[in-house]
């Protein structure tokens, strides 16, 4: 009876330890990774720009609305959000996959290009992976979210949310989404995360529409001015 005690007690050990190592590893390992990571996208994005090799969203030499060539799982933008805190700042992929989502935020293939006429649609990590919408919640309408592809800044106005829907409701990405309040075709910006914090039984949703633009060599736009 005691070797049946003694090693139903180890298991229960061996268990418990076992549960606060994968706990360690969702809430800090993880977002030490995720953090280093997108901090490699950003220098990268920094790196390819110094040296021109930048794929702007909107070149003169083609016409306004014509696609950028965005690569799957390649950074292409940064977005600030000053709302997140100053020294927030993420590198945007393309592509959705759950590779590209631990790297930083994902642009969703099918909407618009950044700067571009449509829907630019970004989703994000609530938690684990560096938890970059973490504080979503706290977004308001009026909030700036601003995103620089190299060449140019783009100032975007946040018109509604947070708004709770569920993950099967993909209208929130559509050109013209229908519950954001936009009747007409514009420049918007859509960014979804999860809900509740540590779930996915919902999705939480911003819309935006482009309130600005103007070359980087103009310096940084006022929203990210302290």
């Known amino acids: 009876m ?35 990571e997108m ?9 390819q720009w110094s ?14 609305e014509e696609p950028a060539s965005y690569k799957y799982g ?23 996959g759950t ?4 790297k930083g935020l994902a642009h969703y293939a099918r909407t618009a290009r950044l700067g571009q006429k449509g829907n630019f649609a970004v989703a994000g990590h609530r938690r684990t992976y560096g938890d970059p919408f973490q504080a979503f919640p706290t977004l308001r309408p009026g909030d700036a979210v601003v995103l620089t592809d190299g060449t140019t800044w ?3 106005r946040i018109d509604k949310g947070p708004y709770k829907t569920v993950p099967s409701d993909v209208e929130v990405i559509d050109p013209v989404p229908r519950k954001s309040g936009y009747t007409r075709p514009g420049r918007y910006l859509t960014l979804t995360t999860c809900d509740p914090e ?5 999705r939480l949703i911003v819309w935006a529409h482009m309130a600005s633009t103007q070359p980087v060599e103009a310096g940084e736009p006022k929203a990210l001015r302290r």
């Open 198 to 202: 540590w779930g996915h039984s919902h």
């Open 99 to 102: 590779g590209v989502l631990k």
């Open 39 to 47: 901090d490699d996208q950003i220098d990268l994005l920094h790196q």
């Open 2 to 36: 005691r070797v049946i005690v003694r090693t139903v007690s180890e298991l229960c050990i061996t268990v418990g330890t076992l549960i606060v190592l994968f706990v360690v590893y969702v809430l800090f390992w993880t977002g030490v990774k995720a953090d280093s």
């Open 74 to 96: 390649k950074p292409f933008a940064i977005m600030y959000i000053p709302r997140l805190g100053f020294t927030w700042n993420k590198p945007v992929l393309e592509g959705t």
């Open 51 to 64: 040296k021109g090799a930048v794929h702007p969203t909107a070149a003169a030499s083609r016409a306004p």
């Open 154 to 156: 783009f100032t975007y």
